[in-house]
T-cell receptor, first 110, second 117 residues
Framework: GENVEQHPSTLSVQEGDSAVIKCTYSDSASNYFPWYKQELGKGPQLIIDIRSNVGEKKDQRIAVTLNKTAKHFSLHITETQPEDSAVYFCAAFNAGKSTFGDGTTLTVKP | GAVVSQHPSWVICKSGTSVKIECRSLDFQATTMFWYRQFPKQSLMLMATSNEGSKATYEQGVEKDKFLINHASLTLSTLTVTSAHPEDSSFYIC?????????????FGSGTQLSVL
C-alpha cells in the first residue's frame, strides 16, 4: 500500500519568514495530493491541493509543488503569521483511498 | 466551500454506555463518508468507510461490532461507540466527499472529543 512520510515533525519560524514542509510517497499511482491545516481541537481544513498533472499551484501565501519523478511534494508558506501556527498534514490519494502523513507542528513566533 | 457538520463536539460518558456521533454534509450529497480516530499529536487513523445504503467497510483491526456505522441517507452518517471503555477515549473525526463533484476533495467535520470515565 501507499506510504507517506512527512518532514519535519516540528517547525518553528519567526513571523514573516517562510516555512516549507515536505512529503514523500511510495505509490506512483497516487494522483491527488492535498494539504490540511488542523488547529487544536478542530477537524482538518483543506488549504491547498494539487493533482499529478500539475507541477505547482499557488494561492496567495501558500503554494504546493509536486515532483512526480521523485515522488515528493512540498507545502510552502511565505510571510508567515502567528495564525499560521497549527498542525499541517499532507496526504496522497489513489483511487479514492487516502494516506496521511504524520503531521508537522508549525509554530510562528511573533 | 462544502460544509460538514459533526455533533457533538465533545461528550463525556460512563464506562459501559453507548455514544452516537453524527456527521452531516450540509450543502452537498455524500454517498461516501469516512470515520477517523486521532490520538494526541498523531495523524488521522482511518477506521471505516461509510457507504450510503450499504454496509460500512472497516479497516483492519477495527471492531465493527464496537464501532457501529449507519449511513442511511445521502447527508448523514453516524458512528456509535457501543459499550464504551476508557481506552475508547479519543478524538473522532468524519469526512465526506461530494458525490456530485468530479474531484476527490474531502471535507472534514470539526471532530468529537470522547472521554469515557
Amino acid at each position: 500500500g501507499e506510504n507517506v512520510e512527512q518532514h519535519p515533525s516540528t517547525l518553528s519560524v519567526q513571523e514573516g519568514d517562510s516555512a516549507v514542509i515536505k512529503c514523500t510517497y511510495s505509490d506512483s499511482a497516487s494522483n491527488y495530493f492535498p494539504w490540511y491545516k488542523q488547529e487544536l481541537g478542530k477537524g482538518p481544513q483543506l488549504i491547498i491541493d494539487i493533482r499529478s498533472n500539475v507541477g505547482e499551484k499557488k494561492d496567495q501565501r501558500i503554494a504546493v509543488t509536486l515532483n512526480k519523478t521523485a515522488k515528493h511534494f512540498s507545502l510552502h508558506i511565505t510571510e508567515t503569521q502567528p495564525e499560521d501556527s497549527a498542525v499541517y498534514f499532507c496526504a496522497a490519494f489513489n483511487a479514492g483511498k487516502s494516506t496521511f502523513g504524520d503531521g508537522t507542528t508549525l509554530t510562528v513566533k511573533p | 466551500g462544502a460544509v460538514v457538520s459533526q455533533h457533538p463536539s465533545w461528550v463525556i460518558c460512563k464506562s459501559g454506555t453507548s455514544v452516537k456521533i453524527e456527521c452531516r454534509s450540509l450543502d452537498f450529497q455524500a454517498t461516501t463518508m469516512f470515520w477517523y480516530r486521532q490520538f494526541p499529536k498523531q495523524s488521522l487513523m482511518l477506521m471505516a468507510t461509510s457507504n450510503e445504503g450499504s454496509k460500512a467497510t472497516y479497516e483492519q483491526g477495527v471492531e465493527k461490532d464496537k464501532f457501529l456505522i449507519n449511513h442511511a441517507s445521502l447527508t448523514l452518517s453516524t458512528l456509535t461507540v457501543t459499550s464504551a471503555h476508557p481506552e475508547d477515549s479519543s478524538f473522532y473525526i468524519c469526512s465526506a466527499r461530494d458525490s456530485g463533484a468530479t474531484n476527490e476533495k474531502l471535507f472534514f467535520g470539526s471532530g468529537t472529543q470522547l472521554s469515557v470515565l
